[in-house]
């Protein structure tokens, strides 16, 4: 099955970038039966969908955070990346990378997940 794992800096300053890698093995990111999500957890609150990336590069990215979210792909490495710039200490967070199922055109609405990596925890300080 799937397998998915996050990578990257665990501390990032504020107004910054953050750079988060997801490799994926057992399965091409290339291949049409799922798209890649970043999905992260604020403390207290519910698991928030960031953005996501299809099979051919089509990306698609939560109305909130869709100015500040970039989600790219390198095919040959089979791993999709996560730039999310300007962050502030409320970005200090779990986030998490998913092989995610949509909807025919809805394609980039998740309707489940079926792998999810382990998650990394990112702090925003300075």
């Known amino acids: 099955q799937v397998q998915l794992q996050e990578s990257g800096p665990g501390l990032v300053k504020p107004s910054q970038t953050l750079p988060l890698t997801c490799t994926v093995s057992?399965?091409?990111?290339?291949?049409?039966?799922?798209?890649w999500s970043w999905i992260r957890q604020p403390p207290a609150k519910g698991l928030e969908w960031m953005g996501v990336i299809a099979y051919d590069g089509s990306t698609y990215y939560s109305p909130s955070l869709k100015s500040r979210t970039s989600i790219s792909r390198d095919t040959s490495k089979n791993q999709f990346s996560l730039q999310l710039s300007s962050v502030t200490p409320e970005a200090t967070t779990i986030y998490y990378c998913a092989a995610q199922i949509g909807n025919g055109s809805s394609w980039y609405v998740p309707i489940r997940y079926d792998s999810w990596g382990q998650g990394t925890q990112v702090t925003v300080s300075s």
């Open positions: 057992g399965g091409s990111i290339t291949t049409s039966y799922y798209a």
